[in-house]
Each structure stands twice: as C-alpha cells, then as structure tokens.
C-alpha cells in the first residue's frame, strides 16, 4: 500500500496553498493557491452555513443542507452539481468528503483506496466529522470516535477511540480531539516534529486544528498553543497572543479569526495563503 502525499484538511483551511474562511454575508472568501479553481479570488455566493477545504477542492453546506462543491473533482471529490441531502456538517479530506446528515449517519464521496470513504456512508449516531489526508473521524454522541481509513501510522484505529471529547481533528498522518475537561488527546504519527504527543497535551482549551506535520489548539482565554513542525513558522512554540475565537491549521500555514472579524495567517505564504499582516473582515465561523 503506498502512503498518501502532500495532501491535508482543515475545517476551514486548505493545505499547503489555499484558504477559506466565512464572511459575515455567508459567502465564501478565498485566497491562495487557485490552480483547480478551488480559491476563485472573488469567493462563491450563496446563502452557506459552513466550509470545509480539502487537497484542491473546496465544499461547502448551504442553508437548507446540501452541498456545494468546487475545485478538481478527480475521484469524484468534488462533483460541479453538488451533492443533494439534509446535511449539518461538511469536511474535505486529502481526495474525499464527508458530510453528516441530520439523522446522525455519514455520506462519503471521492477517493476510497483505503477505505477512507466508503461510497455507501458510514451509520452512526455521530455529531461531528474529521477528514485527514486518507483517514476519516468521526465523534459519536456519547464522545467515543470512530475512525476509518488509512492507518498505516496509527493515526484512525480501526476499534476507535474511547473517551469523553467534544471535537476532533484530522491532519496527514495524525489525529485530535479534545476532551470535555479541555485537555488535548492525540494519536498517530508523532515523529521529531512532535504533532501527536502520545500523552496528549495539558491545558483548557476549546477547539482544536491539525496542520500537516503541526497541531494548534485555543485556549480559553483566547490565546493558541502550537505544537509540532515549525517550518516556515507554522507552529511557534511559545504559541501566539491574542483574542482569537477560532482556529484552522493548514499544510504549511496556519490561521485564526480574531474577536473582531480579522484573521491572523502565519507560516508559508509563497502562494499568498498566509499573509503576514492577515486578512481584513469581518468574518464569522460556522453558522448552524
């Protein structure tokens, strides 16, 4: 089975090249990488609830629950006409999506080599979806995780994870969630760089975001500890200051939504992903 390469998700970053977050008017402003047509610099309009962007395509979740897709669609990833359904939650992976649906199951669509979306779903009572570069997470109601896919490093064990979590994260060859007392759980590869800690990571915190080869998680009181590759300054260690409300780790950058509406980027910026002075908004994260 060969791995799977240069590819990685975030909930509301693409990886190595592009971003995309959500503007106040619900539509989708992009920047960065626009090679497949996955970051149009005049964004996608229509009345969206959230996004996701994966290797090259983009998705996101319309008001009344199905899902615009954009960018290259090989493997059937992101299909032009979208896809119809009654769907609460959207994430793009390496070469597949996932979307939850209202009843608690899960519609996978695009690349299946390792069994990372089966075309058939995966039934569940689930209220929150991950989608890594080959592998595919998913939180149960009663905070257990389900993984599915490729696992050659650990990284979506068959069996699942058991615990009490809130949110989940998906990165290249590593996964997090965070548990309800706010510590930071991981699993998967965890090299020199460090992204997966098997011991977790202390601290309170609130959401969670995997990059490539990097991990970020936001603090309470809305600063973000960084942990892993620091290449091209992806994760500093001493973490970043601020009053920030959101996260979004992505191939070699990262991002975070300020509580004003601004974004602030960090790491490589060598296709515009990551501008070192940020992204003026307002912006919002996820309305559903």
């Not at 299909?79 to 999506?97: L, M, N």
Request: charged letters at 20%.
């Amino acid at each position: 089975m060969s791995a799977p390469h240069e590819h990685l998700v975030a909930l509301l970053a693409y990886d190595a090249l592009r971003t995309v977050w959500f503007p106040w008017q619900r539509e989708v402003a992009c920047w960065g990488y626009n090679g497949a047509g996955q970051a149009p610099p005049d964004g996608v309009e229509c009345d969206f609830v959230a996004i996701s962007g994966g290797h090259r395509h983009s998705l996101a979740l319309r008001r009344k629950g199905s899902v615009a897709c954009w960018g290259s669609n090989g493997d059937g990833r992101a299909p032009p006409d979208g896809v119809e359904g009654d769907f609460v939650a959207i994430a793009a992976g390496g070469r597949h999506s996932l979307a939850l649906q209202r009843d608690g199951s899960i519609a996978c669509w695009g690349h299946n080599e390792y069994g990372e979306a089966p075309p058939d779903g995966v039934d569940g009572d689930f209220v929150a979806i991950a989608a890594g570069v080959a592998h595919s997470l998913a939180l149960q109601r009663d905070g257990s995780i389900a993984c599915w896919g490729h696992n050659l490093r650990g990284e979506a064990p068959p069996d699942g994870v058991v615990g009490d979590f809130v949110a989940i994260a998906a990165g290249y060859f590593h996964s997090l969630a965070l548990r309800r007392d706010g510590r930071v759980a991981c699993w998967g590869l965890n090299d020199d760089d460090g992204q997966a800690p098997p011991d977790g990571v202390e601290g309170d915190f609130v959401a969670i975001a995997a990059g490539d080869f990097h991990s970020l998680a936001l603090r309470r009181d809305g600063r973000i500890a960084c942990w892993g590759s620091n290449g091209d300054g992806r994760a500093p260690p001493d973490g970043v200051d601020g009053d920030f409300v959101a996260i979004a780790a992505g191939y070699w950058h990262s991002l975070a939504l300020r509580r004003d509406g601004n974004i602030a980027c960090w790491g490589r910026n060598d296709d515009g992903q990551a501008p070192p002075n940020g992204v003026a908004g307002p912006f919002m994260t996820e309305e559903l």
